[in-house]
């Protein structure tokens, strides 16, 4: 039938991969703020990494592009950012 609703054919199990696929960037997602919240509290850090962290955290919920952007922007001033044994580099990326 030909009208403003065209038929769509779904193949069957299609509804539960799109809800594996979310619960697995769900589960990516988390396990990657738990690892920027540890180093955020980490005492070796230097303000400057936590709130450079925390804003490129915040700029990647917003718009995902453009948290790609400023964490490929802000990694290489990284080891400038934090004493030695710090990793700031490592924390933006």
Request: proline fraction near 6%; hydrophobic fraction near 60%; include cysteine.
């Amino acid at each position: 039938m030909t009208g403003l609703h065209p038929v769509t054919h779904e193949e069957p199990g299609s509804a539960r991969r799109g809800g594996l696929s979310l619960a697995l960037r769900v589960a990516l997602g988390a396990w990657l703020a738990w690892s920027v919240a540890l180093a955020i509290a980490a005492p070796e850090l230097s303000r400057l990494c936590v709130v450079t962290a925390i804003a490129i955290a915040a700029v990647t919920f917003w718009r995902p592009a453009w948290g790609l952007v400023a964490t490929a922007a802000i990694v290489p001033a990284g080891a400038l950012y934090a004493a030695a044994p710090a990793r700031a580099a490592e924390l933006f990326a």
